[in-house]
């Protein structure tokens, strides 16, 4: 079993930036590859960003490129996603999630945390 608790969401403008987190615990060296993904009300969930377990493979969704960074701390089992620039759409709930591949599909996902909200005002 893998826990994932995030935090770091909040309320920002738009241009602002937020550094979310997301803490994991337990079996953690058995699905090391690490997702965020995001749902807005109405919307399913898509996929935001992806990290192997030694940081040198990561994949973006192209509506965040060149502005969302993720990257983790092995030593502190956290995994992070840094956000610039943002946009009223990017308004969701962000969900970490922990599998055995970096990939970009939800469903290849087997652990999940329970969201944090962002919410990016015009």
């Known amino acids: 079993q893998v826990q994932l608790v995030e935090s770091g969401g909040g309320l920002v403008q738009a241009g602002g930036s937020l550094r979310l987190s997301c803490a994991a615990s337990g079996r953690t060296f058995s699905h090391n590859a690490m997702g965020w993904f995001r749902q807005a009300p109405g919307k399913e969930r898509e996929f935001v960003a992806t990290?192997?377990?030694?940081?040198?493979?990561?994949f973006y969704a192209d509506s965040v490129k060149g502005r969302f960074t993720i990257s983790r701390n092995n030593a502190k089992n956290t995994v992070y996603l840094q956000m610039n620039s943002l946009k009223p759409e990017d308004t969701a709930v962000y969900f970490c999630?922990?599998?055995?591949?970096?990939?970009?599909?939800?469903?290849?996902?087997?652990?999940w945390g329970q969201g944090t909200q962002v919410t990016v005002s015009s």
């Open positions: 999630a922990a599998g055995r591949r970096v990939v970009i599909e939800a469903a290849e996902y087997d652990y």
């Open positions: 990290i192997s377990w030694g940081g040198g493979s990561t």
